[in-house]
C-alpha cells in the first residue's frame, strides 16, 4: 500500500500523508512480512542534492514511500498547489514507530549512528515503551560501504536479526544509497533512513526545544549550535531549494 495522492518538488516525489498515516502503513508492511521497501525523508537539502546527484535520484525513484521531513517543503508544496498535511520528521517517525511497533509486536533493528548512540537509544526507548522488541543494534566502521567485508559484516548482521523495520542512520546520501543496495540482501519489510535521530532520542546530541520544532526553526537551533559545521549548507542549499521552487511554480509540468 501507498499514498494515494503526490507532490513532486523538483526531482523529489513526496507521498502526501500525516505521521500517524506512515506509521501505521510501516506496521502493516512489516506485519505483513514484506516485499522489501525503504522510506526516504527529503528535507530542503535533498532536493538540491537531487539536482546534481544521480546516485541519490535513483535511490529516491524506487523508494517505497517519500515523506516530507523539512518544514521548507510544507511551504512549498502550498505554493506549488498540493498542501502536505503536516511534517514527518524523521526522529518523529522513528520515536513513533517505536511505540507502535511495541504495541504491535513488531521488532526494530537500530543501524548505524555514532558509537554508542544506537544503544543510548534503545535504553530510553526501552524505558518508554517497555515490550519494545529490539533485534538488535549495529555501528559499521567509517567507510564500511567501499569495503567488502565490511560491508558483508554489516549486511549479515542487520539480515540474522530478521527484524520488521530496520532503522538507518548513516545519514544522506549514504543512507539512501545502502537501502537501495542492501535492501533484498537483508530482506526487511521495512527500512527508513533517519539520519541523525539516534543521536537525538539518546540524548548524545540536544533536540531543538518543542517550541522550536513547532515553528520549524530546527535549522536555526543546529546552526547556532554548529555554525562552523553548517552555515555552509544553510548559505547555499537554502537559496538554491528556494530557487527549485520558484521554477516550477513558474513553469509547472
Known sequence: MKAEARLRVGAAEIDVLTLEETTQLVIERAQAGGPPGYIVTPNAQHVALLES???????????????????????ASRLL??????????????????AAAAESGVSVFLFGGKPGSAEGAVRVLSERHPTLRVAGTYCPPMGFERNADERRKAVEAVRQAAAGVVFVGLGAPKQERWMLESQEEIGAPVSMGIGGSFELVSGMVPRAPVWMQRHGLEWFYRLAREPRRLWKRYAVTNPHFVAIVLRQRLRPG
Open 53 to 75: 546527484s544521480a546516485e541519490l535520484r535513483e535511490a529516491y525513484e524506487h523508494a517505497w514511500l517519500s515523506v516530507a521531513d523539512g518544514v521548507p517543503l510544507i511551504w
Open 81 to 98: 498547489g498540493v498542501p502536505l498535511p503536516g511534517r514527518v520528521n524523521g526522529t518523529d517517525l522513528f520515536e513513533v514507530t517505536c
